[in-house]
């Protein structure tokens, strides 16, 4: 067993006792076992308690044994919802079918990191999870020792039943979870060994899918309260540009509309938290009683723009130093492309270098170099940005889709000036965030309105709003070069990488490690075009060309892709050149291994197969992709994905997470973009903006984990950048013609027309 | 604005607002009928599909004034328990991800399986393809169409 300090966690072990009346239990979900159960229904009467336990900040016990665990972290659809509390629940040692699950609100005094991003909420909850159950667990036990007056050591727990191996006493945790508040929080607790595992490890179902699939309340669009108005904003047309005036007189008399003005998000003196990204900080915004109502008289509004002299001021250095005239900082993409691939290059900076790789250049038989490139894309989370606020008598009510509830606190604090325990902020379900709600400006809008207005509001964004005030993947551009020797052996390897505005490079990254000589180097051009977090930021596009340089590399070499990648590997884990190599060699080629042997690559002959494997977010995937070419559409057959990413809690929910995370990768390299001409985004809504169908999707995914019993990583993310490589490989396979360009459908059917 | 009579769910209710509302908002704003999601505004995404005598449409594009005096399903509808075999396939193979779309998904399947209680893979990617879905559970979705119809069949 492990045991582990409980202290670190010190702040969550606040021990209460409360009557579930008391209004404690909202946003109730179902008895996994016993079917749906709605508030207030005459089957809830009977499983609810009369009185709860908290032992401590993630869970209470009832007195009828029935447990409550708090979900601490938002829920964007990677399902921690289910799998966090899993996890609390197998240390407890409770029955599954005996607990409620609810959405914690944001509480900084109990929780730590009530973020969803990185793939990081179970790994960087696991530990505190364990320990807020396994203390739990300990408490009950002790009381029910000092109830009986026998040592702890006897006593057993199964399914939420103490049982004393001396007698045949036993004691439900319902039972004694008055006795156990009382207890002394331990020091120490000990922690199960992995092969005691009975809830984490075996598949549980989505707390959420009953409510899900009857169309409950469940998102932060759905909220509507009691005097509550719709409130909607105009933006500027393009990036660049910003408010200048307006006529609002005949909008202002339409029926339904309330007011109409104008909000300053961000004022230029205000601090401004990381999350506060987004590039229109003035907006006009339109308030009613209905949706449909505000959306009709956005529309007569009449509002003027102004080129944003502060905004376009470096990017009009930029295009004059690229030798472009008629500069106005409103930036198309055409540009874009032509200065990543012809000024980028020219800032770079040597990020690492092992060994000699100019000489070994020079010294070079051959030298292969391939440059590959991806345009801006939107996260176009199916639920648009939106979210409720009502803010009065100095106190801010907020409720909606946040994945950074705790920086949104501090930006509201920084924002209207009220303490911080005088906000509140409850996470919904959210109908996606990709990363794109990590950047809460529309919940600040939210609370600047409501606070102007005087009334709750709910904030929503129209598609197009949500599309063109995006806070956009960058675009980013990569050179490769190889440099082979006379035996065709790899000698020296360089990767240039860069991008508007950041570079995607991770310069310790696979193949670093590997090769002898090796130079990484970066750069980033400046834009005012707002950008974030994406899926996977950065290795959403690099994973997807460095393995396609690989594909290419180890086909001019003469050798087997997988083969290619699993000698490097080796180099790497036996001998690795320097010592900042952020892999795990040996775990990095057991998923290449694990998916060579489930996909039968060696009897493969006659198929258009690609392979990937990618390294991110500490966890490991390799694929291997099927796919044929009729009509000019790639028809994608199947797909092989092997994953390391240590302990699955939730296996089958796991395999959703990584199928997923393969189409909206294949979808993504393979159709979307968003371009801008004059800074005008030139996609608004899905006619325009192409977004993987169900036609387009593989017929199959098989999925295969590594079963290795370390410490669990991320999955929200790991599965979604490598397929790019795959999907490329295979296309070549099929088409006889490598792809450099996201999307590839354009070159693809480009290409097959001609 | 004006007063419309129109069935949902197989209840008769009344709503007074502009003729060119569409249902989409009629149903959320108004009745609180929230499982019928907005995505898009313009067909593209599916997320607001509703069966209009027993059609899927989209809710987005259909005035009320077109819509009243006929008879809607929405997802809160679709069964009395939430045990319509699309919604029990749908369970049964933990198909949602974050969940926004899957009203949407789920009322184009069941509409699908109405008209076609053995719909091929082909027919499955016809009836469902205007159905958008970010988080990618497309096969999941495929499977639980599979497993509902079979349920209908035997």
Sequence with gaps: MTKVKTSLGRRSFIKSVSLAGGGLIIGFNWLACKGPVEEGSEELAMQMPKEWFELNGYLKIGENGIVTIYSPNPEIGQNVKTSMPMIVAEELDVDWNNVIVEQAPLNTEIFTRQLAGGSQSIRQGWQSLRTAGATARQMLLTAAADQWGVPISELSVENGVIKHEGSDKTIGYGEIAKAAVNVEIPEEVELKEIDNFKIIGTSRKNVDAKKIVTGQPLYGIDTYKDGMLIAMVIQPPAFGMEFKSMDAEKAKGMPGIKDIFTIDTYPEDMEKEWSDVGSFSKLVVVVGESTWQVMQAKKAVKVEWDLNPKLTKEIEILEKSAGMDGATGLESSDIHTNLMAEVGSRKSEIVRKDGDPEKAFKNAARVIERSYTCPFLSHNCMEPMNFFADVSDGKAELLGPIQTPEYAEKSVNKRLGYDLENIDIQMTRMGGGFGRRLYGHFLVEAAVISEKMGTPIKLVYSREDDMTNGVYRPAYHVTYRAALDANNKLTAFHVNAGGIPESPLFANRFPAGAVDNYLAESWSLETNISVGAFRAPRSNFIAGAEQSFLDELSEEMGQDPIQFRLDLLERAGSDPVGEENDYDAARYAAVLKLARDKSGWNNSSGMNRGVSAYYCHNSYVAQILDLRVENNKPLIDKVTCAVDCGIVVNPDAAKNMVEGGTIDGIGHALYSEMTFKDGVPQQSNFDTYKIIRHNEAPKSIDVHFIDNGIDPTGLGEPPFPPVMGALANALYKATGKRFYKQPFITELQGDLKT | ?154
């Design chain 2, 1 to 154: 604005m004006a007063e419309f009579s129109i069935t949902i769910n197989g209840k008769n209710l009344s709503v007074d607002v502009d003729p060119t509302t569409p249902l989409l908002w009629v149903l959320r704003d108004h009745f609180k009928l929230v499982g019928t999601k907005y995505g898009c505004g313009i067909a593209q995404c599916g997320a607001c599909t509703v069966h209009f005598n027993g059609t899927a449409v989209r809710s987005c594009q259909l005035p009320i004034s077109a819509a009243a005096d006929n008879k809607i399903t929405t997802i809160e509808g679709l069964s009395e328990n939430g045990d319509h075999p699309v919604q029990k396939a749908w369970l049964e193979h933990d198909v949602p991800q974050c969940g926004y779309c899957q009203a949407g998904q789920i009322m184009s399947a069941s509409a699908l399986l109405e008209r076609n209680p053995t719909p091929s893979d082909k027919d499955i990617e016809n009836a469902m393809s205007g159905n958008i879905c970010r988080c990618g559970t497309y096969t999941r979705i495929k499977a639980a169409i599979k497993t509902a119809s079979d349920s209908q069949t035997i």
